[in-house]
């Protein structure tokens, strides 16, 4: 008779990683808020000293340099390890029931790329769900690969990242690069801007669609659709790197026992501080190049992404840590209706149809705006969970991939 492959429960779901996702979406909103508040063609520009930002102070733009040290690019990639990782978790539970994994996970990836496409063109232009079904069913064809096969493909890759992009810098313009916006592009961002603060639905829609064509120019999906696969593949490295690496140490079992790899944990920890760190944190104050800054602090973004998670490992397998770090775990369970509201809620609250603040909040405000929002979904999370198994998207999602849920 055929067995029904039903979701993860709660007992066997390995609360760390609940707490890793959880501790991503609020680096993710934190992120994303500038982009919340302005136009996607803004990151043509992104010293953010223009016109749109003469308001903001000095406290202000020392922010902007630190999320650009610490949070963007990383907590994102963090996501991505987590998304490699779930994928190997349901691979070996489909395994133990002998059903069709290609087909479950296929079903899983396409209702992804559907909720992701909803979200990007009616929500908010910065979605990466649909990148995230994409390059899903590319990991899909390596789910058998060994862990170490896995490892092995995810750090050449990380190489190869890492060659393309300084020999792109050192043969590319810097001063051309960072150009100032054009006087097209100029009136095109003023436009968005004024119909985020006071248009109406139909001139919303039309503005983030705009702005989602543009966006998919910009990270690599626009190739896809061109029918250029390798150019896409190409500018999306670090998620499929990361989506290997996630999905390596899932089979490594590593995680699963973290005080017996505990020793190993340490000296990668100890690598990527010192690696990622001064990349990441001490370059920047040295070199001038603006346009070398961003490069230094994309290509050691995955670095900082692998210490930020083994340092939350680390803490969370203390008492103390545990008791603080377990409220992260809420919101990681419910981590698909928490990234899509994330959108809605910030969409609505600055738009024309709330406080209409959109281009006019500094980001220090925005910030703390952001964290709150992140705050209340951790409350909201801990007392949906407290009465349903599932938050509500995730419930659609999953009954989607599996045909039905069994209680």
Same mark, same amino acid.
């Given at each position: 008779m055929e067995? /029904? *492959?039903? !979701?993860?429960?709660? /007992?066997d779901r390995l609360e760390t990683i609940d707490m890793l996702r959880g501790f991503a979406l609020l680096g993710i909103i934190i992120a994303n808020i500038v982009w919340y508040l302005y136009p996607a063609y803004l990151q043509q520009e992104p010293s953010f000293k223009n016109e749109w930002t003469s308001f903001w102070n000095q406290s202000d733009f020392a922010a902007q340099s630190a999320l650009d040290m610490f949070v963007i690019g990383k907590f994102v990639l963090l996501f991505s390890m987590l998304f490699g990782f779930g994928m190997v978790i349901m691979q070996e539970r489909i395994a133990i029931k002998q059903l069709n994994f290609w087909g479950i996970y296929s079903r899983r990836l396409i209702a992804l790329f559907i909720f992701g496409s909803i979200h990007a063109y009616f929500i908010w232009f910065g979605d990466i769900l649909t990148d995230y079904a994409i390059l899903g069913f590319v990991l899909l064809l390596m789910h058998k690969l060994k862990p170490k096969i896995l490892l092995i493909i995810s750090i050449t890759l990380y190489s190869l990242l890492i060659i393309l992009i300084t020999l792109g810098s050192l043969s590319g313009d810097s001063a051309a690069m960072l150009a100032r916006i054009s006087e097209e592009d100029q009136k095109l961002i003023q436009t968005t801007i004024e119909v985020h603060q006071s248009g109406n639905m139909e001139q919303l829609i039309? +503005?983030?669609? +705009?702005?989602r064509t543009y966006y998919t120019m910009r990270n690599g999906l626009y190739a896809l659709y061109s029918g250029m696969p390798l150019a896409y593949l190409i500018s999306n490295l670090p998620f499929l790197l990361i989506f290997m690496f996630g999905a390596a140490i899932a089979k490594k079992k590593w995680v699963h026992y973290f005080q017996q790899y505990r /020793?190993? $944990? %340490?000296?990668?920890?100890? $690598?990527?501080?010192?690696t990622g760190g001064t990349l990441n944190w001490?370059? !920047? $104050?040295? *070199?001038?190049?603006q346009y070398a800054v961003q490069t230094i602090q994309y290509i050691s973004s995955p670095l900082i992404t692998i210490f930020y998670a083994i340092s939350l490992l680390f803490i969370y397998h203390t008492i103390k840590g545990k008791k603080v770090l377990q409220w992260f775990t809420f919101p990681g369970r419910m981590a698909f209706t928490n990234y899509i509201s994330q959108s809605i809620i910030c969409t609505f609250l600055f738009g024309p149809f709330a406080f209409g603040v959109y281009g006019k909040l500094s980001l220090t405000t925005a910030i703390l705006i952001?964290?709150?929002?992140?705050? *209340?979904?951790?409350? %909201?999370?801990k007392w949906w969970l407290a009465k349903f198994r599932f938050g509500p998207l995730e419930y659609i999602w999953r009954t989607i991939t599996y045909w039905g849920i069994r209680s």
């Amino acid at each position: 008779m055929e067995q /029904k *492959v039903s !979701p993860i429960s709660g /007992k066997d779901r390995l609360e760390t990683i609940d707490m890793l996702r959880g501790f991503a979406l609020l680096g993710i909103i934190i992120a994303n808020i500038v982009w919340y508040l302005y136009p996607a063609y803004l990151q043509q520009e992104p010293s953010f000293k223009n016109e749109w930002t003469s308001f903001w102070n000095q406290s202000d733009f020392a922010a902007q340099s630190a999320l650009d040290m610490f949070v963007i690019g990383k907590f994102v990639l963090l996501f991505s390890m987590l998304f490699g990782f779930g994928m190997v978790i349901m691979q070996e539970r489909i395994a133990i029931k002998q059903l069709n994994f290609w087909g479950i996970y296929s079903r899983r990836l396409i209702a992804l790329f559907i909720f992701g496409s909803i979200h990007a063109y009616f929500i908010w232009f910065g979605d990466i769900l649909t990148d995230y079904a994409i390059l899903g069913f590319v990991l899909l064809l390596m789910h058998k690969l060994k862990p170490k096969i896995l490892l092995i493909i995810s750090i050449t890759l990380y190489s190869l990242l890492i060659i393309l992009i300084t020999l792109g810098s050192l043969s590319g313009d810097s001063a051309a690069m960072l150009a100032r916006i054009s006087e097209e592009d100029q009136k095109l961002i003023q436009t968005t801007i004024e119909v985020h603060q006071s248009g109406n639905m139909e001139q919303l829609i039309e +503005a983030n669609i +705009a702005e989602r064509t543009y966006y998919t120019m910009r990270n690599g999906l626009y190739a896809l659709y061109s029918g250029m696969p390798l150019a896409y593949l190409i500018s999306n490295l670090p998620f499929l790197l990361i989506f290997m690496f996630g999905a390596a140490i899932a089979k490594k079992k590593w995680v699963h026992y973290f005080q017996q790899y505990r /020793k190993g $944990f %340490f000296i990668t920890w100890l $690598f990527t501080l010192l690696t990622g760190g001064t990349l990441n944190w001490i370059l !920047p $104050f040295i *070199v001038e190049d603006q346009y070398a800054v961003q490069t230094i602090q994309y290509i050691s973004s995955p670095l900082i992404t692998i210490f930020y998670a083994i340092s939350l490992l680390f803490i969370y397998h203390t008492i103390k840590g545990k008791k603080v770090l377990q409220w992260f775990t809420f919101p990681g369970r419910m981590a698909f209706t928490n990234y899509i509201s994330q959108s809605i809620i910030c969409t609505f609250l600055f738009g024309p149809f709330a406080f209409g603040v959109y281009g006019k909040l500094s980001l220090t405000t925005a910030i703390l705006i952001a964290i709150t929002i992140y705050i *209340v979904q951790m409350f %909201f999370s801990k007392w949906w969970l407290a009465k349903f198994r599932f938050g509500p998207l995730e419930y659609i999602w999953r009954t989607i991939t599996y045909w039905g849920i069994r209680s």
